[in-house]
């Protein structure tokens, strides 16, 4: 499945803001966006330049693109979905990659990144509804249980993770047990629980045109 393999750390440093792509790297000193905040590239210090409209609206949606780390194909399948679907359009589309597997493993605090939960969901880690689900993008609806594979390394592995970054929470849609590293899904997320510095109309507006 294709995804993006580059550097994690440039991606927000040309975002221009820190998207939490690298776990707990991202909180420490080696961060490189808080060491070097402006674009990546041999001129990136000390260029200067106002962006269009359409460039405001492009660089919103490959924000949001890098956060959940998907690509354009698939990114604009969720959009038609969302213009498909009851209520507000820019809404439906965070609501469906919220949704996504690898997201909830990630939002449960079972992994440090998104990049990680994809790999432990890729590797046959994790179940849902006692089934073993291999395809990050599985869509999760309400009453969904997501367990992870009850393996000694594995177990040991993710409740060390949980100890560092359980403090970040979980979002009121899900219900964590974290020793057996259990999820249910209680309810479908809303806009409020996205928590994140996206502005979805740019890109409504950006695939209205």
Same mark, same amino acid.
């Given at each position: ?48 330049? !106002? ?12 924000? $949001? @693109?890098?956060?959940?780390? %998907?690509? =354009? #194909? ?66 999760? !609806? ?12 594995? $177990? @040991?592995?993710?409740?060390? %993770?949980? =100890? #560092? ?45």
């Amino acid at each position: 499945m294709a995804r993006y393999t580059g550097s994690s750390c440039r991606v927000c440093r040309r975002e221009g803001e820190k998207l939490f792509l690298k776990g707990t790297r991202c909180f420490s000193d080696k961060c490189a966006f808080t060491r070097r905040s402006y674009v990546p590239g041999q001129h990136g210090k000390g260029r200067r330049f !106002k962006p269009s409209n359409y460039g405001i609206q492009l660089r919103e949606k490959q924000k $949001v @693109k890098k956060i959940y780390g %998907i690509l =354009e #194909k698939q990114f604009r399948k969720y959009f038609k979905l969302a213009e498909r679907s009851k209520g507000v359009t820019g809404e439906k589309l965070l609501e469906i990659l919220e949704r996504r597997l690898d997201n909830v493993v990630f939002r449960s605090c079972f992994a440090y990144s998104r990049a990680q939960a994809r790999q432990m969901v890729r590797h046959g880690l994790v179940h849902v509804n006692n089934r073993k689900v291999n395809i990050p993008s599985y869509s999760t !609806k309400t009453g969904d249980v997501i367990q992870l594979k009850q393996k000694d390394k594995l $177990v @040991k592995n993710v409740k060390e %993770i949980i =100890e #560092k970054i359980k403090d970040r929470g979980v979002p009121e849609w899900l219900k964590e047990d974290f020793e057996g590293l259990k999820a249910s899904v209680t309810r479908l997320p809303e806009r409020s629980d996205v928590g994140m510095n996206i502005k979805e109309q740019l890109i409504v507006e950006l695939y209205s045109k």
